[in-house]
């Protein structure tokens, strides 16, 4: 299944396959542009976590608003 983008969605399904000793086979939302492993990687070892420093990580990452290597504009 397509793994949900809700930390107590997902421990709710793991939860039933585990009761019903079902396997389960979590697959990334290619929905997004990224996915909750990748926001983890980011999140692993901050102090604070602030969605302007995620953006700006994604937004390299993705090329979005960018020109080269500086963001589009120059902000």
């Given at each position: 299944m397509t793994a949900p983008g809700d930390w107590r969605v997902l421990q709710a399904v793991r939860a039933v396959a585990v009761v019903a000793a079902l396997p389960l086979d979590l697959r990334d939302d290619r929905h997004f542009f990224?996915?909750?492993?990748?926001?983890?990687?980011?999140a692993k070892g901050r102090k604070q976590l602030r969605m302007e420093y995620r953006?700006?990580?994604?937004?390299r990452k993705n090329g979005i608003l960018?020109?080269?290597k500086e963001p589009e504009g120059g902000q």
């Amino acid at each position: 299944m397509t793994a949900p983008g809700d930390w107590r969605v997902l421990q709710a399904v793991r939860a039933v396959a585990v009761v019903a000793a079902l396997p389960l086979d979590l697959r990334d939302d290619r929905h997004f542009f990224t996915s909750v492993r990748d926001f983890a990687a980011h999140a692993k070892g901050r102090k604070q976590l602030r969605m302007e420093y995620r953006y700006r990580e994604l937004r390299r990452k993705n090329g979005i608003l960018m020109a080269g290597k500086e963001p589009e504009g120059g902000q």
